[in-house]
């Protein structure tokens, strides 16, 4: 079964800065479309990032000019790094592959206090 694991999540005030990290296994992260995903309590889970191979990527709206997304293709790793976070950023982000049946990792909570 293929492991995606993410981390860096934490407490942080509005404002604040985090950065995730999501590492997985190299025959998937290679030809994967990977995407940051998050779901907040009640809610449905959304995109809120992606970015291809080549470094295409989109970001939804509510997040465009705070978060950025990146891959380290050497270390089949992407991140995301979230600036100026807002309470409505707190949630459980997760990785995953677009294009790839890949099951859910754990996730990593962020919570963004006021």
């Known amino acids: 079964q293929v492991h995606l694991v993410e981390s860096g999540g934490g407490l942080v005030q509005a404002g604040g800065s985090l950065r995730l990290s999501c590492a997985a296994p190299g025959n998937i992260f290679m030809i994967s479309i990977m995407g940051w995903y998050r779901q907040a309590p009640g809610k449905q889970r959304e995109l809120v990032a992606s970015?291809?191979?080549?470094?295409?990527?989109y970001y939804v709206d509510s997040v465009k000019g705070r978060f950025t997304i990146s891959r380290d293709n050497a270390k089949n790793t992407v991140y995301l790094q979230m600036n100026l976070l807002k309470p409505e950023d707190t949630a459980v982000y997760y990785c995953?592959?677009?294009?790839?049946?890949?099951?859910w990792g754990q996730g990593t909570q962020v919570t963004v206090s006021s």
């Open positions: 970015i291809t191979n080549g470094g295409v990527t």
């Open positions: 995953n592959s677009l294009n790839l049946g890949v099951a």
